[in-house]
């Protein structure tokens, strides 16, 4: 199984030229270091990557997106994975090129060393509300 910790440049240009309209919801899957690397030495991952994460809220929020929830990943009840997720952030934004314009804001860019340091991998999975099954 492969994660990673950002999206690849064509990655976000295919999400931002979807014709998917209206809000997304991405789906954070994520697993953190047990230690973090500079410059939050001393750190576990997760006390890094909360760094990360609450100043990434105040930027999604300035562009109309907002934290739907995020927990700890406490068992798997059903399917099987290589990867032991830790924690699962559900993040809305108003659209897909919202949520491009958000990531590439250099004010993500200043704080991912954060994300960088805490960080051992994440699955990002955009989700459209659909009709009741």
């Given amino acids: 199984m492969n ?6 440049p ?6 931002a ?6 809000p997304v919801v991405m789906v954070n899957l994520l697993k953190f270091k047990d230690r ?3 410059p939050d030495t001393g750190m576990s991952g997760m006390e890094a ?5 609450k100043s990434m809220v105040a930027i999604v929020e300035s562009g109309g997106g907002r934290m739907i929830w995020s ?4 068992g ?36 991912a060393v954060h994300r960088a340091a805490g960080l051992d991998g994440q699955w990002l999975i955009a989700a459209t509300t659909a009709d009741p099954l």
């Fill in 49 to 53: 990557y909360a760094k990360y994460a």
């Fill in 71 to 74: 927990g700890r990943v406490t």
């Fill in 10 to 15: 064509e990655q976000i240009a295919a999400l």
């Fill in 76 to 111: 798997m009840v059903l399917g099987e994975s290589d990867v032991a997720f830790e924690m699962i952030a559900l993040i809305e934004y108003p659209s897909r090129q919202a949520f491009a314009q958000i990531v590439g804001d250099a004010r993500v860019q200043e704080i």
């Fill in 3 to 8: 994660i990673s910790q950002y999206p690849k």
């Fill in 36 to 38: 973090a690397d500079a």
């Fill in 17 to 22: 030229g979807s014709s998917e309209t209206g």
